[in-house]
């Protein structure tokens, strides 16, 4: 999260009882959890958050994304798997239950510090300047 100033919530991952994540499981299965922070040790994790920062600046992303890392279990190596600039918004979801646990903010402070960051990259746009010949 963030423009120019990144940071990173702790990593989360999601403990489902069926054989997939499906919609249902998704949005509907109670029995789904959402586990954050994953069980990961405190090097990991430190690890974990600085891959998604590089991801994240690195593609040049603004406001807010989802980094999905993956922690190979055979030697513990850390692979991205996609960076989703657009992830779930709703009360269930993972990327605002990451940034409320991490932070220990509300929904609406999450939703505020969106705005913030969009309305702080629409200035710096417009505040650069093109020289047309």
Partial sequence: MGNNILK??????VKVTREFFDYEAKYFDETTDHIIPWDLTD???KE????AKRAYAVTNCKGFARVDIFVRDSDRKMLVN?????PGMTAVSMAPA??????GKTYSDFLDE???LAVENKKEKDSLTTNRG
């Fill in 82 to 86: 996609e960076i989703n600039t657009i």
């Fill in 114 to 116: 969106l705005i913030d």
């Fill in 8 to 13: 990173a919530s702790l990593p989360g991952g």
């Fill in 98 to 103: 990451m940034y409320m646990k991490t932070f």
């Fill in 43 to 45: 090097e990991e994790i």
């Fill in 48 to 51: 974990i958050q600085s891959v």
